[in-house]
C-alpha cells in the first residue's frame, strides 16, 4: 500500500485496520487456536440462548422501594424460595409465574413496612425550622395519614391524596375556600361503587376543616373522574340506582331458572332471559273515615208543661189567689208531673193524665266515629314478568316432544312465581344452536396455559441442538482430522531420518556444528541435527528464548 492511502498524522500501524487483523490470524498460532476459540463462542452463544429462552419472563413487584424494605422483602423472598432481582432503576422483579405466590407471601409478612411516615414526620423536623416548612410538612403528613385511611378499603391497592390549603387571611373576602384531589390505584378487577366514592368524598373533607364535600376530585389510574360534576342532579343517581336494582331482580329470577334447569338439560344446553316491570314508584296515602250516625255523649236542657185535670187558678184574688205556682221538675214526657203540695193523689187504678209538654230547651252533644289509615307502599314490586327459555336440541337425539316442552314450561312458571292475573309470559322453544360443534369441543388446545412454556423450553433446546449440529461439531472434526494428519507426518519425518541414517549418513552432532568451516555449511548442519533431535533441538531454541 502506498503512502499517499494514509491520512497525514495517523501513525503508519493503524492506517488499515483489516490488515492488522487479517495480519493477526495468519499467524500460526491464531491459526491453530481459532477453530479452539469458534467452538467456545458457539457454546457461549447456545448458553446464553438457553438462559434466554428456558428463564420465565419477569414481572415487576415493586417498582420503588426504601433501603430498608428492598433487604426484608428480598429476603422473605429467598426464605420462600423465589428468585428476585433489582434492576438498575432500582425496581424489584420476580418471574412472572412467582408474582401471585410472592404478593401473597409479602402481604402475609405485612411488606414492605417502610411507607410514607405520616404524623412521624414531624417528629424529624430540626430546631429552629421555619414556618412555611413546618407547613409544608403538616400538610404532606396529614395527606399521607388520609392516604393510609383510604387504602384500609378493599377495593383501594394505592391512594395519593393532594391538599391544597391556602393560608387564612385577615381579610374575609380573600380567603380562600381549601380543595384536595385523591387518585387511586384500584385491584385488578375491581370497582368502586357510587356509595364507595361518597364514602371517601366525605372521609377527605372531614379530614380537612373547612373543607366541602364539593371540593373532593377523586380519579382512578385509569385517569377516570370517580366523583359527580358540580351541577349533576341527583336524579341521575337516583335513575341508576333503579336501573339496579331491577337487575337484581332479574338476575335473581335467572338464577332461579338456571338453578332448575341446569339438572335437567345440562350446563350449556339452554338460555334464559328475564325481563321484569318493577313498580319502583313510592306511594302514600292517608285517609279519614267518619260515621253518619252519632252517639249522644251529653245533654243539658229543660222543658215546662202541665196535667190535662189540673186546678185552674180561681176565687176571690187574695193571699191565696196569688202564691206562685210551685217549682216545675224535669221529667221525660212519658213520665207523670208530681203532684202539687196539697193535691190529691189519684186514686188506685186509674191512669194519670198525661202531661203536657208546653216548651222545651236541650243541648246536646254527640260522638262521631272517626278513623284515620295511613299507606305507604314501598317501591320493588314486580307488575309484570317475562321468561324466555330456549333449549338446545341435541343433533344425536330426537326433538323435544310436546308434552315434554309443556313441563318444563310448567317448572318454570313455578320457580318464577308465576300470576296469570297481572300478564306473566313463560315462553319455552327448542332449537339447534349454532356453534354447537365448537361447544362440544371445548376449550382449543392453542388456550392453554401450558403451551407457552412448553414452547420456550422446546425452542431452547432446538437452539443449543442446532449450534451443536452445525458449529461444534464440524469444528470438532476439523481438530480431529488436523490431529490425524499430523500422526502420519511425524511417522513419515521418522522414518525419513532413520532412512538417511541407514544410507550411511552419520547423525549431526554439537561438535560438527561448532566445527563448521562456513555459514552455509552451518546452516545445514543444524538442520541436520534438527531432523535427527527434535527434543534437544526444542531444548535448545527454548533456552535461546529465555536467554
Do not use: C
Not at 401471585?100 to 417528629?123: H, N, S, V
Not at 331491577?246 to 338456571?258: L, S, T
Not at 412454556?453 to 470438532?476: S, Y
Amino acid at each position: 500500500m502506498s503512502n499517499a492511502l494514509i491520512p497525514s498524522g495517523m501513525p503508519e500501524r493503524f492506517a488499515n485496520p483489516l490488515q492488522q487483523v487479517s495480519g493477526l490470524l495468519a499467524q500460526p498460532a491464531v491459526r491453530r487456536s481459532l477453530p479452539m476459540i469458534l467452538m467456545v463462542g458457539l457454546l457461549a452463544a447456545a448458553a446464553l440462548a438457553w438462559m434466554s429462552f428456558s428463564t420465565a419472563p419477569q414481572k415487576v413487584l415493586f417498582a420503588s422501594l426504601a433501603d430498608a424494605d428492598k433487604a426484608s422483602v428480598t429476603q422473605a423472598l429467598e426464605q420462600g424460595n423465589i428468585a428476585s432481582k433489582i434492576d438498575d432503576a432500582g425496581a424489584l422483579t420476580v418471574d412472572e409465574d412467582d408474582y401471585a405466590r410472592a404478593k401473597m407471601l409479602l402481604a402475609g409478612q405485612g411488606l414492605p413496612k417502610a411507607t410514607p411516615g405520616g404524623y412521624a414526620i414531624l417528629d424529624q423536623l430540626p430546631m429552629g425550622v421555619s414556618r412555611a416548612v413546618e407547613g409544608e410538612r403538616l400538610r404532606q403528613a396529614r395527606e399521607t395519614e388520609i392516604a393510609r385511611s383510604i387504602q384500609e378499603i378493599d377495593a383501594v391497592a394505592e391512594a395519593r391524596v393532594h391538599l391544597a390549603t391556602p393560608e387564612a387571611s385577615v381579610f374575609i373576602r380573600d380567603n380562600a375556600a381549601p380543595s384536595a384531589s385523591v387518585i387511586l390505584k384500584l385491584q385488578p378487577g375491581r370497582a368502586l361503587s357510587d356509595a364507595q366514592v361518597g364514602s371517601i368524598i366525605n372521609l377527605v373533607a372531614s379530614s380537612v376543616p373547612g373543607l366541602k364535600s364539593d371540593a373532593v376530585t377523586i380519579v382512578d389510574q385509569m385517569g377516570g373522574l370517580l366523583t359527580k360534576a358540580a351541577g349533576e342532579s341527583s336524579l341521575g343517581a337516583a335513575g341508576d340506582e333503579r336501573i339496579a336494582y331491577q337487575r337484581r331482580i332479574e338476575e335473581k329470577y335467572r338464577a332461579q331458572v338456571v338453578q332448575l334447569l341446569t339438572p335437567l338439560v345440562g350446563a350449556g344446553n339452554f338460555s334464559t332471559e328475564v325481563q321484569a316491570d318493577v313498580d319502583l314508584d313510592e306511594t302514600q296515602a292517608t285517609r279519614e273515615s267518619y260515621d253518619k250516625q252519632g252517639a249522644l255523649r251529653a245533654e243539658q236542657g229543660n222543658w215546662t208543661g202541665n196535667q190535662a185535670d189540673a186546678a185552674q187558678p180561681g176565687g176571690i184574688p187574695g193571699a191565696l189567689s196569688n202564691t206562685p205556682p210551685p217549682a216545675s221538675t224535669v221529667t221525660a214526657p212519658n213520665q207523670a208531673a208530681p203532684a202539687a203540695p196539697g193535691a190529691t193523689p189519684p186514686a188506685p187504678g186509674t191512669a194519670a193524665a198525661p202531661a203536657v209538654k208546653q216548651s222545651d230547651q236541650f243541648a246536646r252533644a254527640y260522638d262521631l266515629g272517626k278513623e284515620v289509615s295511613v299507606t305507604r307502599a314501598a317501591p320493588g314490586g314486580v307488575k309484570k314478568l317475562s321468561v324466555a327459555v330456549l333449549l338446545r336440541d341435541i343433533e344425536t337425539a330426537k326433538p323435544r316432544s310436546t308434552v315434554e316442552i309443556q313441563q318444563i314450561t310448567q317448572l318454570v312458571q313455578t320457580a318464577v312465581g308465576y300470576t296469570q292475573a297481572r300478564g306473566d309470559q313463560v315462553t319455552v322453544i327448542s332449537r339447534k344452536f349454532a356453534g354447537a360443534a365448537a361447544l362440544d369441543q371445548g376449550q382449543a388446545w392453542y388456550d392453554n396455559a401450558w403451551l407457552p412454556i412448553i414452547a420456550r423450553n422446546v425452542t431452547a433446546i432446538v437452539i443449543a441442538l442446532l449450534v451443536l449440529l452445525l458449529g461444534v461439531r464440524p469444528l470438532a472434526k476439523a481438530l480431529m482430522k488436523k490431529r490425524d494428519d499430523a500422526g502420519p507426518r511425524l511417522a513419515l519425518g521418522r522414518d525419513m531420518g532413520g532412512t538417511a541414517a541407514a544410507a550411511g549418513q552419520p547423525p549431526v552432532g554439537i561438535d560438527q556444528i561448532a566445527g563448521a568451516q562456513n555459514y552455509d555449511e552451518r546452516i545445514g548442519m543444524v538442520r541436520g541435527f534438527t531432523r535427527d533431535n527434535p527434543a534437544r533441538a526444542a531444548l535448545a531454541v527454548r533456552d535461546m528464548i529465555k536467554s
